[in-house]
């Protein structure tokens, strides 16, 4: 009887039902989070993203990251009141939306209560696993989805203005998630009978989108397009500088089973009747399936997660025009939660522990809100304090003044408010993939507009970040070196304070021809001379472009005499500093390491490789 009452309500009012269940799932399994801020590398790029909305920083020409301008969305860190009550109700939106549209596309395939208990399995692990921006990829293949099931004029309208609306939306969250939704876009344009119209309303919703959100976070429109062009360099060049392998060798037959569940899924579903819709349906899952698998498995470590999340979504939402079928999808659901849950070692918490959801979503929407997160705050802010330990002298000279922190901990600048913190474009280091990049924190530090002090602590080796620390951004440590002299050095911290170049032009030294994995010798600096070196036909061969574009190529490797370090292809052609003379006055731990010999390897080829040069200069220090 009661599960007839049930059926019956869902069949009169589907959308109602669909609505408050989804908010229920929503509050059930919400994931229970940190909100003081902490020191660390991934803490550092939130409190960055926070920071930017904050103090108002241009997009394109003065920050630029994985994430965009709506970043701060997805950290509901109290750095700040506003940012963090906007990230719980993006959160909570976000979410909600993946639950109703996950439960709308089951409804279709499964009796209610299947379809109700394969969401919220599917829908909790999925949330538990995936970062708060590519959420927004699986909600955009779930509105494809839909639209693909849209019968009325009103419902293929609504899809061809939501999509391009998430993607606008997406693309200054997370550029790869604007770039899956545009993927999704053109899919769905591929399948309307009116392509013209369509492509139309999508063109406007998606520019209407971009606009609207820009304008909303304080960025001016001439700003757009360098934000576009630097967001594209950090997911282009993110493959090439961030490949790793951490030995998860049974994750990538896991992902072999999810993308063969995927292909038996569509080829069962796929409608024959029209030549352009299986099409459309194979590109639309295709794009989403490849942008998952380098989300989750470019950087090889618990990142693999991501892949899994977004593709059990996918695996439940593949739209079958024939019941014949629905004895399939729950096995293969069931079995893609399994593998989830192997790979992530454990359930999910948030998967059976539902009580602890509502307190985590009430206590967080209390803090965000009031006094409760004042006082987050305020002791979040002095643990910081006692664990950064500025000295007095260096705080002294500070106050006030523009302030970029390097290589990586901004998190120092929330802490000490009164300093003015003012970051090189790239929001840290090692993000400067390209040398589209790595040259806009060049110009930066030789500009007007540069920061009268630089803090930076002492190299940190990261899982997953093992280039040489001063190989990261190599053209703007060349300028920080011309550009910047040491006032203070502590255990901890160096403060720089920026003056005159105190640097002559690059005069050639040599030229070296090597093979991959043959030993090359540094040419000896004139004195008081900075030798640096640039390389070319450092990761072109047409293998390992290849292999970039489809996937992650194999890490390129420097070994020398002060360490092995991965190389980074994208930026070989700009200046990296060899070695550096004692008239640079830096303490000894904060001084580019003096290489004197080293070897490239590229695919592990120790020899015959493969051939690059190196061009050495020297560059006179003042």
């Not at 540069?450 to 002492?458: E, T, V």
Request: some cysteine; charged content about 10%; aromatic content about 12%.
């Amino acid at each position: 009887m009661v599960r007839q009452r049930v059926s019956g309500l869902l069949v009169r009012k589907p959308i109602l039902w669909v609505s408050l269940l989804a908010g229920l799932f929503t509050l059930l399994t919400w994931p229970g989070t940190q909100l003081a801020p902490q020191a660390g590398l991934d803490q550092s790029w939130q409190a960055g993203l926070a920071m930017a909305l904050e103090k108002h920083l241009a997009w394109g020409p003065r920050i630029d990251f994985t994430y965009g301008p709506l970043g701060f969305l997805v950290v509901p860190e109290l750095y700040y009141h506003l940012t963090a009550t906007l990230s719980l109700a993006y959160l909570a939106c976000s979410r909600w939306l993946l639950y109703a549209l996950l439960l709308g596309e089951c409804r279709r395939k499964l009796p209610p209560l299947p379809a109700a208990a394969a969401t919220f399995v599917v829908g909790a692990t999925t949330i538990a696993i995936v970062d708060g921006a590519d959420l927004l990829m699986a909600c955009a293949l779930l509105i494809y989805v839909a639209w693909t099931h849209a019968r009325s004029g009103r419902a293929v309208l609504l899809g061809q203005i939501a999509l391009p609306a998430l993607a606008g939306f997406g693309l200054l969250v997370k550029f790869s998630v604007g770039l899956l939704a545009a993927c999704l876009v053109v899919a769905l344009l591929l399948q309307s009978q009116h392509w013209r119209k369509a492509t139309a309303v999508a063109a406007g919703s998606f520019a209407a989108s971009v606009l609207f959100f820009w304008l909303a976070t304080g960025n001016s429109p001439a700003n757009l397009y360098q934000y576009l062009k630097m967001s594209f360099n950090v997911a282009s060049g993110y493959s090439g500088a961030m490949s790793l392998e951490v030995g998860r060798t049974d994750e990538w037959v896991y992902a072999l089973l999810f993308i063969l569940a995927l292909a038996l899924l569509l080829r069962w579903a796929s409608p024959t009747q029209e030549l352009r819709r299986p099409f459309a349906l194979w590109l639309a899952y295709a794009a989403f399936a490849w942008i998952a698998l380098k989300e989750g498995f470019v950087r090889h470590d618990g990142h693999d997660l991501e892949f899994f999340g977004l593709m059990s979504v996918a695996l439940l939402s593949v739209p079958w025009h024939s019941l014949t079928y629905i004895r399939r999808l729950l096995p293969i659901s069931a079995l893609a939660c399994l593998l989830t849950w192997t790979a992530a070692a454990s359930v999910p918490s948030n998967v059976v522990s539902l009580a602890t959801g509502v307190h985590s979503f009430a206590s967080e929407t209390e803090a965000a809100l009031g006094a409760t997160g004042t006082a987050i705050m305020t002791s979040a802010q002095r643990a910081l304090v006692a664990n950064y330990a500025l000295p007095s002298a260096m705080l002294a000279k500070i106050s006030g003044q523009t302030v970029a922190v390097e290589p990586y901990e901004n998190t120092v600048a929330w802490a000490y408010p009164h300093m003015r913190w003012d970051p090189e474009p790239v929001l840290q280091q090692y993000s400067a993939y390209t040398s589209s990049l790595d040259q806009l924190n060049t110009q930066f530090l030789v500009s007007r507009h540069a920061p009268r002090f630089i803090l930076a602590q002492p190299v940190v080796t990261y899982e997953g970040i093992d280039q040489d620390p001063y190989f990261e951004s190599p053209s703007a440590d060349v300028q920080t070196v011309c550009h910047y002299v040491q006032v203070i050095a502590s255990g901890q911290w160096q403060l720089l304070r920026h003056s005159a170049s105190r640097c002559g032009a690059p005069r050639p030294l040599s030229t070296v021809h090597a093979s991959f994995g043959s030993s090359i010798q540094v040419p000896k600096a004139p004195r008081n001379s900075i030798v640096v070196a640039t390389f070319t036909g450092v990761g072109t061969s047409l293998i390992y472009k290849v292999e970039n574009l489809i996937l992650k190529a194999r890490a390129i490797q420097m070994t020398s005499n002060v360490g092995s370090y991965r190389f980074i292809a994208a930026t070989a052609g700009q200046e990296h500093i060899m070695s550096a003379p004692s008239n640079l006055g830096y303490d000894a731990e904060y001084a580019p390491p003096q290489i004197t010999d080293f070897a490239l390897y590229e695919r592990d080829l120790t020899t015959n490789g493969g051939r690059y040069t190196v061009h050495f200069y020297a560059i006179a220090l003042v």
